[in-house]
C-alpha cells in the first residue's frame, strides 16, 4: 500500500508540467547560467560554487513550494478526505508522501548532478550529500504540509512562490551568508535554506558539514511537524 500510494504521488509531481519546471527546469537553468556567466562574483571553478546552491534550491521548490501547492489543492478539491475514506490510514497517507517527496528529490539530484558533471564539475562528500538532501526534504516537507494544509489554495499558491522567491534571493542560496551584510547575515544563517546550502557547499568541497547545519534542518523540521499536526484540515 505505502509502494503504491508514494508511486503515486510522486508520478503524479514528475507529470506535472508546472511541477517539472519549478522542480528541474529552473533549477537547471539557474545551474546553467550562473555557471556560465559571471552575473554574481564566485570562486573558481564556478559549477562546484553554484552545484550546492542549485541542489538546496531543487530541495525547497519541490519539497517546500511543490507540496505546499499541491496539498493546499487536493484540500480544496476533496482529494484528502477521499483518500482518508479508504482503507488507507493517516500515517500511510503521510508516509506516502514523504517517501515520494524523497523520490522526486533522488531524480533532481541525479539530473542536476549530471548536468554539473558535464560542465566540469569534481565533487567530494557525496554521501554527506545525500544525507543532507534528504534531511533537507523532511525539513522543508514539513514546512510545506503547514503551510499547503491550514491555508486556502489560492492563499499557500501565493504564499508558497513568494518565500520560494525571499529565499532564493536572500535566504542564503544565490547570495552565500557570508557574504551577506554582519547584521543580515546572523538572521539569514539561522533559516533552513542557508543551513542546507551551507551544509552542501562544505560537504561538496570536501569537508564535513557543522553541528549547526544539522541542529538548524532538525529543529524548523520538527517545529512544522508538531505545529502542521495541528493545524492541518482535510477540507
Not at 547560467?33 to 525547497?60: C, F, H, K
Not at 557525496?126 to 516537507?141: D, N
Request: charged share 10%.
Amino acid at each position: 500500500m505505502l509502494w503504491v500510494h508514494a508511486r503515486t504521488e510522486a508520478t503524479l509531481t514528475l507529470r506535472n508540467g508546472e511541477q517539472v519546471l519549478l522542480t528541474l527546469l529552473i533549477p537547471l537553468a539557474l545551474l546553467i547560467g550562473l555557471t556560465l556567466v559571471p552575473v554574481i562574483a564566485l570562486p573558481s571553478p564556478r559549477v562546484d560554487a553554484v552545484t550546492p546552491r542549485v541542489l538546496a534550491l531543487a530541495v525547497l521548490s519541490s519539497a517546500f513550494t511543490g507540496q505546499a501547492i499541491a496539498l493546499g489543492f487536493d484540500r480544496r478539491y476533496g482529494v484528502l478526505k477521499r483518500l482518508a475514506a479508504t482503507a488507507l490510514p493517516r500515517w500511510l497517507l503521510v508516509l506516502g508522501r514523504v517517501v515520494a517527496g524523497l523520490v522526486v528529490v533522488a531524480v533532481q539530484a541525479v539530473v542536476i548532478s549530471v548536468v554539473a558533471l558535464l560542465l566540469g564539475w569534481s565533487p567530494s562528500g557525496l554521501l554527506w550529500m545525500v544525507a543532507l538532501l534528504a534531511l533537507g526534504t523532511l525539513c522543508f516537507g514539513a514546512l510545506g504540509v503547514l503551510l499547503g494544509g491550514a491555508l486556502k489554495a489560492e492563499v499557500v499558491l501565493a504564499l508558497a512562490n513568494v518565500v520560494w522567491f525571499v529565499l532564493l534571493l536572500a535566504g542564503g542560496i544565490v547570495v552565500a551568508t557570508a557574504d551577506l551584510p554582519s547584521g543580515m547575515a546572523w538572521v539569514v544563517a539561522l533559516l533552513p535554506s542557508a543551513a542546507l546550502t551551507d551544509g552542501l557547499t562544505t560537504a561538496l568541497s570536501g569537508g564535513v558539514p557543522p553541528l549547526s547545519v544539522w541542529v538548524t534542518l532538525t529543529a524548523w523540521g520538527v517545529g512544522a511537524g508538531v505545529l502542521a499536526t495541528r493545524t492541518t484540515r482535510l477540507t
